[in-house]
């Protein structure tokens, strides 16, 4: 079982119980984003797990991790920048890969947990746009390799697009928005042509929905008035192992953890 989640702060998610959830659902893995801690703190939080972990340079910023219950044989920190030189601050604590080691002869699964950049659409802020698009072909050119990979592959996290129409609400009010242009959504149409299985749609049904987002102000989470941002993609090899999909949406807004909910995939490997 994998789980993905954006925790909005590892800290602030235990202390509004997503141990408990953790011990309910006992995930063999979990794909953490917007984890806003270093190392140390993180095993404290995730005593027994094997973790890889990658924080942002910018304090209280993004991070991501991946914590698994079998034993981590291989990691590789973030993506590779185009043309070489030094990573971007913003661009930091956005992606992690971990080759975890299945139990008996069954191999490895490359487990990715991503944050992708939000963006914004308001005056001024251009250039926020511009690093989420850079960062988005730079995921494009990763998953083409992972897409042929020999070995199952997973890439989950907040994705920060809203696909279609079924993955948001209020699609016509949200039409010039980040999260749903036209250009964004292409990237997942791309990704889909490499070979990428959206493992939430393929499993949920046509929608509307199950959104994953809902913002923390107002009526939001009570009218389901959300966003699928959060998801799992499988490569070729590994998305016929999916077996099923579900969005733990939390069962009133008073036992929420994070503004996310967590995307479950159960996979028979």
């Excluded at 509004?16 to 984003?33: E, K, N």
């Excluded at 070979?195 to 009218?223: C, E, I, M, Q, V």
């Excluded at 959300?226 to 998801?231: F, L, M, Q």
């Amino acid at each position: 079982m994998v789980a993905t989640a954006n925790v909005n702060g590892i800290r602030a998610a235990f202390r509004r119980g997503m141990d408990t959830w953790i011990a309910a659902r006992t995930p063999d893995v979990l794909l953490l984003q917007e984890v806003r801690a270093p190392q140390e703190v993180v095993e404290k939080y995730l005593d027994g797990w094997h973790v890889a972990n990658l924080g942002s340079e910018i304090k209280g910023r993004a991070g991501v991790l991946v914590a698994s219950r079998h034993p981590i044989a291989g990691i590789r920190r973030g993506l590779p920048v185009p043309g070489g030189g030094a990573e971007a601050h913003v661009d930091t604590g956005r992606w992690i890969e971990a080759d975890i080691t299945l139990p008996g002869d069954a191999g490895t699964l490359t487990a990715v947990s991503t944050y992708q950049h939000s963006g914004s659409t308001k005056p001024g802020e251009e250039a926020t746009m511009e690093a989420k698009y850079a960062y988005l072909e730079r995921t494009t050119t990763r998953l083409a390799e992972l897409a042929v990979a020999p070995a199952p592959a997973v890439v989950a996290g907040d994705i920060n697009i809203a696909h279609t129409r079924a993955d948001i609400k209020n699609w016509k009010g949200n039409l010039n928005s980040a999260g749903f242009l036209p250009a964004e959504r292409a990237h997942l149409d791309r990704w889909a042509e490499l070979g990428w299985t959206d493992l939430g749609r393929a499993h949920g049904g046509d929608g509307p929905g199950p959104y994953t987002w809902w913002s923390w102000r107002g009526k939001a989470f009570d009218n389901d008035a959300g966003w699928r941002i959060d998801y799992q993609y499988a490569n070729p090899v590994l998305a016929p192992a999916c077996r099923k999909v579900e969005v733990d949406r939390a069962p009133s807004y008073a036992e929420r953890w994070s503004d996310h909910a967590a995307v479950v995939a159960v996979y028979d490997l």
